[in-house]
């Protein structure tokens, strides 16, 4: 079944379009774009264009694609100045017109890249996200935060850009790669110890359909999980407060990563991971009761991520903990549980608190 979200923030108002078969809304909004004048462009990458491409471009047929979709080479290293130079070049030689509308068509490298695009092309263009894998679909395709990587670091430039329009369905998940969808699962989880609306209970009830990709079970996931980005995203788009919380689990995860080395790590392993970090810092800090990090264990487990890691010594993932662009100046910027649904953020932890909690994760 379809769903309609309407996200408003202090940028421009967003409208999503979830479920499955969602989709097939494309058609007539391709159309209603045409009837107002503008021009769609199309950015995906090869793995994408090869899945869904000509579905996808069948839909959007009557905005006259022709010339108008750019496929660029899979993976975090699209994600950079370079490929931005590349679609500017691209847009302003075919014309592009502020009333245009950039379409971004895959995962988040795809979303985050064509949302800097289009911000930033002729002070900003139109945005669709069609967000094809599970990661895209729960988490970066609602918010409007989009990024390029520098050598220096990941997501270092970006923007706030709402999109127009964005349609998570949940068909284009059959094709997505095993370990991109564990990748996605590691935040849904993050999202079910955030949300009090029951997608834990949701989760723990669905783990057939789950692993089967169902899109009738899938979507509700999806939607819950939009419905809690959402609502943070409208109460601080800009990320000085509550949004933060979105962070659950992540300052750990990018200290594996960091660590580990990109790459050697997926990053919904380090997520798990670090959600359950998370949850042993917040019985000590702030009196999380002890049975939902077990509950969040048999949970990851049951989804197929990891609950434990060969770890390097806790002063290095100390050290790459605290050097996190998200830990603010002055502040630990942690986030924790008071219990399921009730995250705090900004709390500081104790170096020693950080590296007892390390060890429920070591192997
Ligand atoms: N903007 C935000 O708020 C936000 C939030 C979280 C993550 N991110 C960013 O998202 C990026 C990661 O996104 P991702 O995990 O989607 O990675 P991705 O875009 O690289 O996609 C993962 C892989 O799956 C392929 N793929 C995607 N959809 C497919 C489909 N339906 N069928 C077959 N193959 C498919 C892609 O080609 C790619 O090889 C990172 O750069 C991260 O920084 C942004």
């Known amino acids: ?39 769609l462009y199309v950015l995906t990458d090869l793995n994408v264009r090869a899945a869904w491409g000509d579905q996808v471009l069948a839909l959007l047929a009557p905005a006259e694609l022709r010339d108008a979709v750019l496929v660029l080479p899979p993976g ?123 997608l834990l209970d949701l989760l723990e009830s669905g783990m057939a359909p789950i692993h089967a990709r169902e899109p009738a079970f899938m979507e509700r996931v999806i939607e819950r999980c939009i419905s809690y980005k959402a609502t943070v995203v409208e109460q601080d788009e800009r990320d000085n407060g509550v949004r933060a919380t979105l962070n659950l689990g992540h300052t750990t995860a990018h200290a594996l990563e960091v660590s580990l080395g990109y790459g050697t790590i997926g990053h919904g392993t380090a997520v798990a991971l670090g959600l359950l970090v998370a949850l042993a810092v917040s019985e000590a800090v702030v009196g999380l009761p002890t049975p939902v990090r077990k509950r969040t264990e048999s949970l990851l487990e049951a989804l197929g991520l990891p609950t434990r890691a060969v770890l390097p010594p806790a002063e290095e993932l100390l050290g790459a903990a605290s050097r996190d662009k998200k830990v603010r100046a002055g502040s630990s910027g942690f986030v924790c549980l008071r219990d399921l649904g009730r995250p705090v953020w900004n709390v500081d932890v104790p170096r020693d608190v950080f590296s007892q909690a390390l060890e429920v994760i070591r192997l």
């Open 1 to 39: 079944m379809t769903w309609r979200m309407d996200v408003t923030s202090t940028g421009r108002p967003s409208v999503i379009l979830g479920g499955s078969g969602s989709l097939d809304a494309l058609e007539e909004r391709a159309a209603g774009a045409v009837d107002a004048g503008s021009r």
């Open 76 to 198: 975090e290293t699209t994600k950079s100045v370079a490929s931005a130079a590349a679609c500017w070049e691209w847009l302003a030689v075919r014309g592009a017109r502020r009333d245009d509308i950039v379409v971004a068509l895959g995962g988040g490298v795809i979303g985050d890249l064509a949302g800097f695009v289009a911000s930033t092309h002729l002070r900003g263009m139109g945005l669709w996200q069609l967000p094809t894998s599970l990661l895209a679909q729960v988490d970066s395709s609602v918010g409007g935060k989009t990024a390029v990587n520098l050598g220096a670091g990941k997501n270092l430039v970006g923007s706030f850009y709402q999109p127009d329009l964005v349609v998570p369905d949940p068909r284009f998940l059959a094709t997505l790669a095993d370990n991109e969808y564990i990748n996605g699962l590691g935040e849904v989880a993050k999202y079910a110890l955030l949300d009090d609306g029951g």
